[in-house]
């Protein structure tokens, strides 16, 4: 019966260690500096801010520098009663991050102020005012489709989205771009079919 090859590796490397030098002795390593621990991944739901000034750097952050310096800054209380927390001199309005499970804070322009007013207002929008904003932070919306959608229906999910910028009160001008949200890496309209219909447009 030939030995297996499994056998004759076993006593080759007993012949080699049986034949070379006796292994000298070395000097005890210092045990290596352990790495510091990285800081525990953020999980659940984004708690807003609290404070006038913790809302003011949330409402600023949704827009670049340049408009959110010197933008007037509102915050909205639970009753959706609006309180001015720093009055700005050019025609943007930021608002900082709410209620909803990730950051959402956001900036608009004087049509889109408009625009938003009207959406919680639950009124339509004023006719022929595109609005312009920014959410460079991203957004959580309990619905794509439901404007007033307070939490998802069952067996769906927030509509997250990154980085982005909008256009508001675009009525049917923008057919063609996909009216759902099953890919947010590319433009695509949030509340279709619906008096806030507006274009959602990534930036990152």
Known sequence: MK???????????????????PPQPQQTAAP??????PPP??????????????????????????????ATIIALD?????????????????IPDGPS??????????NGLEWVQAWLGHKNP?????????MLMGGSDASNDDPFATAPAEGHHWV??????????????FEGYPATH??????????PKTPYAHLMIPVK
Not at 41 to 67: F, H, L, R
Not at 165 to 172: D, H, K, Q
């Open 126 to 134: 004023p006719a022929n005012k595109i609005g312009f904003g920014y």
């Open 32 to 37: 290596p500096t352990a790495a510091p621990a």
């Open 78 to 94: 639970e009753k959706m009663q609006v309180r001015t927390l720093r009055q700005g001199t050019n025609m943007w309005t930021c």
């Open 101 to 110: 499970p990730g950051l959402d804070p956001m900036c608009v322009d004087k």
């Open 3 to 21: 030995p297996r090859p499994i056998f004759l590796a076993l006593a080759l490397a007993m012949l080699l260690v049986g034949c070379s030098s």
């Open 182 to 191: 099953d890919d947010t890496k590319q433009p695509f309209i949030m509340f």
């Open 160 to 173: 997250d989205t990154g980085p982005h910028v909008m256009i508001l009160n675009i009525g049917s001008r």
């Open 41 to 70: 991944a953020a999980t659940g739901p984004i708690a807003p801010p609290t404070t006038d000034e913790g809302m003011i750097k949330s409402a600023m952050s949704a827009a670049p520098e340049a408009v959110a310096k010197d």
